[in-house]
């Protein structure tokens, strides 16, 4: 059994008013039956309570104020205390049942973060994971994640981590003000988007996420945690607000703007209820691979990149060219012809930026 079993504001034991009312009489030198009697109550009724088999309703308790004097709210206090401290404990022995589960998710790294309170003690740790996931359980946790998500082919995730990260998506998600999702009006925004891959962090953030909200998406920047391995992810908050969240893990513009297009692609191609999950080093489904052809040619149409494929060689010059007529970063030619196999990664990498990007 665990040596911290913190308890909080309220005792370590559960006294029933049984155990009181027992105190009482023998004070008083007074037999149950004798208290039944002044009550006009059967002795067992008297018996229960004192062994805990009945509870003290308010009509018992008035009655014991006329017998005993002792106020009636004083006994029903005393129940109401006693049924809840019981209860206290009786959590704390499932929550003790709970360590090994919680050691599974990041903490440290969550309470570094500032999504968690920080504290050693493992039963806080259990009771700060409940909260931040709104379960009861933390078995259930995984009943609670059911959102698509994009992360790197290499290794494989941390489910409880990749739940942590999913988690914080949705309670920033639903910070957000947005209006209904309107499908149209986000198709007619995606230009708008592509323009925003000219510009500095700084200066496309907040337009880009009120752009986003006025079509009905909550877009999201969570920190990536290690062991998710998680570029972006998408869901439903509710029937008329979806959720974009993106990590810019690996902080390249090009993989960035990628993986919004491609969370904007699950968004207007596929249905609210689909949950989509693409695991490492297995075959993408096809609605993955749909969503990657959205984003492709949504920041490079097909007849484009035809063009850029004949732009020989590529160079930093002629890369510059094209991506200036199409209206888009350098960088997002390079990504693609480097993602298609038709330029070495090690490449034209100049073209490419890093940056950071903070919550909306």
């Known amino acids: 059994m665990s040596t911290d079993r913190v308890t909080g504001p309220w005792p370590d034991v559960a006294i029933p008013p049984g155990e009181l009312l027992a105190g009482e009489l023998e004070a008083r030198q007074m037999t149950q039956a004798e208290l039944a009697r002044r ?13 805990e088999k009945k509870e003290i309703t308010p009509e018992t308790a008035i009655e014991l104020e006329s017998v005993l004097g002792t106020p009636a709210y004083v006994w029903l206090n005393l129940e109401r205390d006693y049924r809840y401290n019981r209860a206290r404990l009786t959590d704390l022995d499932r929550l003790e049942e709970q360590v090994q589960r919680a050691r599974k998710f990041p903490y440290a790294e969550m309470a570094k973060l500032d999504w968690i309170p920080t504290t050693r003690k493992p039963l806080e740790r259990v009771r700060e994971l409940l909260r931040y996931f709104a379960v009861s359980n933390l078995k259930l946790v995984t009943h609670t994640q059911q959102v698509a998500f994009r992360r790197s082919p290499v290794r494989e995730a941390s489910p409880e981590a990749l739940a942590a990260w999913l988690r914080k998506g949705e309670i920033e998600g639903e910070k957000v003000e947005t209006k209904s999702f309107d499908s149209t009006r986000l198709r007619e925004a995606l230009p708008m988007m592509r323009e925003m891959t000219l510009l500095p962090p700084e200066e496309f ?3 880009l996420c009120d752009l986003c909200a006025d079509c009905g998406v909550a877009l999201v920047f969570v920190p990536h945690l290690a062991g998710t391995h998680a570029n972006g992810a998408v869901c439903w908050l509710n029937p008329t607000t979806s959720l974009v969240q993106l990590s810019v893990r690996h902080r390249y513009d090009d993989i960035f703007w990628f993986s919004l297009f491609h969370e904007l692609g699950h ?15 297995t075959p993408k489904t096809e609605k993955e691979k749909e969503a990657d052809r959205f984003a492709a040619d949504t920041l490079i149409p097909p007849g484009a990149f035809a063009r850029l494929q004949k732009t020989q060689p590529y160079s930093t010059a002629n890369v510059r060219a094209f991506a200036s007529r199409l209206g888009i970063a350098p960088s997002i030619a390079v990504g693609r012809l480097q993602h298609d196999g038709l330029l070495p990664h090690t490449h034209l990498n100049g073209l490419r930026s890093k940056f950071e990007i903070a919550e909306c």
């Open 39 to 51: 009550m006009n109550r059967p002795s067992q009724v008297i018996n229960e309570i004192i062994k």
């Open 205 to 207: 953030h907040r337009p």
């Open 267 to 281: 968004l207007l191609l596929h249905g609210k209820r689909d949950v989509f999950v693409e695991l490492p080093e």
